[in-house]
């Protein structure tokens, strides 16, 4: 496929889950069906299984990931990066607000049998916002919410048991675009092209970018 047929199928399918199968070309179903990105309805029509998913094949293909994003909510981000989170054995909360001031996370995970959690936000960065000091920015004021979900800890994870069943926590933030990737103040930079690889070797990235790592106070082994 060429860009300009995904964004056809990005403006198609960011409208509606599902559209007749006459308003796209037979090529372009084919293989669409062939990568499992849609399925035919009930009545016949082709919906899309995962916006985001087709989202990534667009910029792996050559497509402008500003223009890409704009087909894209938050809660497509969010989705994807849960269902990653959740194939991987992890407990996810989405929007999870704590502290007196009412921080939030787009998305906080468990993955108790490895005592790791995560905590993520999920954003389309701009090219206003892109720079590496925007991202600097954004980066410390994650860690620095990180940092205070552990210091309230034995207020706040007295709602959700699981979180007590982990030692450490990452700090992550999950972007479309990959002009910025790696690490900025411990915190990984991940492109959501590959954040299902990340999460399946997180031990592997996390040495590798040098992530930081917090020590849950609150932590019970048993």
Known sequence: MQPTDYYQLLRFFSEKQ???ESELNSDIVKELLDLGLI????SGELCIKSLTQLA?????CG???KKVSNYLSWRDFESFVAEALVESGYDVFRNFKFGVRKWEFDILAVNIPASLGVVADC?????RC???????????IHLEKLKKLLEWC?????SYPSLRRVNRFIGLVIT???SVRGSIEGIGIIPIYYFKDFIRNIQYYIEELKLTTLRNPCYISN
């Open 130 to 140: 892109s720079s590496t000091s925007k991202i600097r920015e954004a980066s410390y």
């Open 56 to 60: 990534i094949l667009a910029v792996k």
């Open 18 to 20: 599902c559209t007749r």
């Open 63 to 65: 497509c402008d990931s």
């Open 39 to 42: 399925y035919r309805g009930i």
């Open 154 to 158: 034995g207020y706040e994870l007295t």
């Open 123 to 127: 954003k389309h960065w701009s090219p």
């Open 176 to 178: 479309l675009s990959e």
